[in-house]
């Protein structure tokens, strides 16, 4: 998050893979089913008084926009309802879904779908925001042309860093394929060092409940989400709820290995109960038959910190300059 006898074994890291993507194309713009990148948008704003969506509301984190098809379309209405049930499983991440049409057809739509105020679905008039995003037009669809199908991605600084434009109706980019173009793009040189169980962290143990209720639980398999790559659990969808908010907060100090040993510079594995909370950083340590390294560390908690901190920046960088 000083000592631990060198039969302590350094346990190895384990990687998330990522997916074999194309990168981003810079121009012209897409056709049907590329991934590109068109022309910075800059901050925007999507919707009517009442249901708006200001861009600058997601800086610091992944924004997606999902552009539906301009006419009734149920495979857009599902479409909504799957994105959203889906997306908690994604941390730092916003997204919102937008359509082409007039008011009373759109609200027909947020009534179909039982909408209520937290549901993400802004009307986008006369095609503004499919235009400034160079979104193309031409498909026929029922005798009209009109914009495919598309979803684009921004980064936390708002710069476009993916784009998937359906070839049709049928052809939307799916949430799996999603979540891995995200976990490729936000994945870093600190995820890469993690202390990670087949891209697990904490060993299941919920980060939140360190922070929030001052204790080490364990999180439940179907209550998790994934950030930059890696996979956390929780014990309550509040907590994942949490976490997905703000999950820097939450990530445990170096990559969740044992900050005593980190003080020296060596990966050590973790006992998750072992953890201690300090000026709102977690740190977890070894606990086994070596004893318990949270000892040690309270000992001299401001003087091992600096340490480790060195070292784990160190650790960082060096990986950074491996890729």
Same mark, same amino acid.
């Given at each position: 998050?000083?000592?631990?006898?060198?039969?302590?074994?350094?346990?190895?890291?384990?990687?998330?893979?990522?997916?074999?993507? =194309?990168? $981003? #194309? &810079?121009?012209?713009?897409?056709?049907? +089913?590329? *991934?590109?990148?068109?022309?910075?948008?800059?901050?925007? %704003?999507?919707?009517?008084?009442?249901?708006?969506?200001?861009?600058?509301?997601?800086?610091?984190?992944?924004?997606?926009?999902?552009?539906?098809?301009?006419?009734?379309?149920?495979?857009?209405?599902?479409?909504?309802?799957?994105?959203?049930?889906?997306?908690?499983?994604?941390?730092?991440?916003?997204?919102?879904?937008?359509?082409?049409?007039?008011?009373?057809?759109?609200?027909?739509?947020?009534?179909?779908?039982?909408?209520?105020?937290?549901?993400?679905?802004?009307?986008?008039?006369?095609?503004?925001?499919?235009?400034?995003?160079?979104?193309?037009?031409?498909?026929?669809?029922?005798?009209?042309?009109? =914009?495919? $199908? #598309? &979803?684009?991605?921004?980064?936390?600084? +708002?710069? *476009?860093?993916?784009?998937?434009?359906?070839?049709?109706? %049928?052809?939307?980019?799916?949430?799996?394929?999603?979540?891995?173009?995200?976990?490729?793009?936000?994945?870093?040189?600190?995820?890469?060092?993690?202390?990670?169980?087949?891209?697990?962290?904490?060993?299941?143990?919920?980060?939140?409940?360190?922070?929030?209720?001052?204790?080490?639980?364990?999180?439940?398999?179907?209550?998790?989400?994934?950030?930059?790559?890696?996979?956390?659990?929780?014990?309550?969808?509040?907590?994942?709820?949490?976490?997905?908010?703000?999950?820097?907060?939450?990530?445990?100090?170096?990559?969740?290995?044992?900050?005593?040993?980190?003080?020296?510079?060596?990966?050590?594995?973790?006992?998750?109960?072992?953890?201690?909370?300090?000026?709102?950083?977690?740190?977890?340590?070894?606990?086994?038959?070596?004893?318990?390294?949270?000892?040690?560390?309270?000992?001299?908690?401001?003087?091992?910190?600096?340490?480790?901190?060195?070292?784990?920046?160190?650790?960082?960088?060096?990986?950074?300059?491996?890729?």
């Amino acid at each position: 998050m000083h000592r631990i006898p060198a039969l302590v074994t350094c346990i190895a890291l384990s990687v998330v893979t990522r997916p074999a993507l =194309a990168e $981003p #194309a &810079a121009s012209p713009p897409p056709a049907p +089913g590329a *991934e590109a990148s068109a022309a910075e948008p800059g901050p925007f %704003t999507v919707g009517d008084p009442g249901r708006r969506f200001e861009s600058s509301s997601a800086r610091g984190r992944y924004l997606v926009v999902h552009f539906l098809l301009s006419e009734d379309c149920p495979l857009c209405s599902r479409l909504v309802s799957d994105y959203s049930a889906a997306a908690p499983t994604l941390a730092g991440v916003t997204q919102i879904f937008v359509k082409n049409t007039d008011p009373t057809r759109f609200n027909a739509t947020l009534r179909s779908l039982n909408a209520t105020d937290d549901l993400p679905l802004y009307r986008d008039a006369d095609g503004a925001l499919a235009s400034r995003f160079r979104i193309p037009g031409g498909y026929k669809f029922y005798g009209r042309e009109i =914009a495919f $199908p #598309a &979803a684009v991605v921004l980064d936390p600084a +708002g710069k *476009e860093v993916f784009r998937y434009v359906g070839k049709a109706n %049928t052809d939307r980019l799916a949430f799996g394929t999603l979540a891995s173009t995200i976990a490729r793009l936000s994945r870093d040189e600190a995820s890469d060092e993690s202390n990670l169980e087949k891209g697990l962290a904490l060993k299941g143990y919920d980060p939140v409940s360190y922070l929030a209720d001052g204790r080490a639980e364990e999180g439940k398999d179907a209550i998790h989400s994934s950030f930059k790559g890696i996979t956390y659990r929780f014990a309550s969808e509040s907590h994942r709820a949490a976490f997905n908010t703000e999950p820097d907060k939450y990530v445990p100090a170096y990559g969740g290995w044992c900050a005593t040993a980190m003080a020296e510079g060596r990966k050590v594995e973790i006992d998750p109960k072992s953890f201690k909370v300090t000026n709102g950083r977690v740190f977890v340590f070894y606990k086994g038959l070596w004893g318990n390294a949270i000892n040690d560390w309270n000992k001299d908690e401001p003087g091992l910190t600096t340490q480790a901190d060195e070292r784990w920046s160190k650790l960082v960088a060096k990986k950074g300059g491996r890729r």
